[in-house]
């Protein structure tokens, strides 16, 4: 099991832009969690999907959206790219009756420009 | 509201010296509380939970709520502890399982 992976590893964009980002989580995990970390900080929490739905969002605007797949995979979407989109954002898996554990993947590394 | 705060940026002790991360927090329910790690190079990981009250590596947590702290201890502090630690919040039995990460504190154990 590689554990959770994520692509692309890096994105350069410019302001305005539309970009995709996309996770698969770990081997039997049905719950993915996105969050933004931004250069310096801790990571924070964008939205969390379970069996295709939003079922927790964090304090971000409408253009930060996301998907999640039969298969469990999910995409992070962000429209209409502002300078200060520009982070690192990390994917995290955890499954169903777990003990609370989340497993993050390596993450993206989006510059907006 | 949901909040963790680190307040130290930077920990830089000698090996075999004690080190001492604080964490504190503030939620309205049952806190779970974690503390995660990232080594260079490496995707972060959970170290401890507080539920499990384990020693992992030799570091451990107490999750103190009349003070709403979860501090991170260690005896003796070896090189390879140098990395970025980070305390996350979680609500316990809450649906969902959302972290709330502090800013982190990065710890530089030297020889």
């Excluded at chain 1, 305005?16 to 250069?39: E, F, I, M, N």
């Excluded at chain 1, 801790?42 to 739905?53: R, V």
């Excluded at chain 1, 605007?61 to 999640?68: C, I, L, V």
């Excluded at chain 1, 520009?86 to 003990?99: E, F, I, Q, R, V």
């Amino acid at each position: 099991d590689a554990g959770v992976t994520q692509s692309p590893t890096h994105l350069i964009k410019t302001r305005g832009q539309q970009v995709t980002l996309r996770c698969s989580p770990k081997s039997g995990h049905d719950t993915v969690s996105w969050y933004q970390q931004a250069l310096g900080q801790g990571p924070q929490f964008i939205f969390q999907y379970y069996e295709e739905e939003e079922r927790q969002r964090g304090n971000f605007p409408d253009r930060f959206s996301g998907h999640q797949f039969p298969n469990y995979s999910s995409e992070l979407n962000v429209n209409a790219l502002l300078l200060g989109d520009s982070a690192l954002y990390l994917c995290a898996s955890s499954p169903t009756g777990g003990n609370g554990e989340q497993f993050f993947g390596p993450g993206t590394r989006l510059t907006v420009l | 509201a949901q909040r963790v705060t680190q307040p130290e940026k930077l920990l830089s002790v000698f090996k075999g010296a004690p080190v001492e991360l604080k964490c504190n927090y503030s939620y309205s329910g049952s806190p779970e509380l974690f503390w995660y790690v990232q080594y260079s190079r490496q995707r972060l990981q959970l170290l401890l939970r507080h539920i499990s009250r384990e020693s992992i590596k030799g570091f451990t947590a107490d999750l103190n709520k009349g003070e709403t702290s979860f501090h991170l201890k260690k005896p003796f502090a070896q090189e390879e502890d140098s990395a970025m630690y980070y305390c996350a919040l979680s609500g316990l039995g809450a649906a969902g399982n959302k972290l709330t990460f502090g800013g982190g504190t990065r710890v530089l154990v030297k020889p």
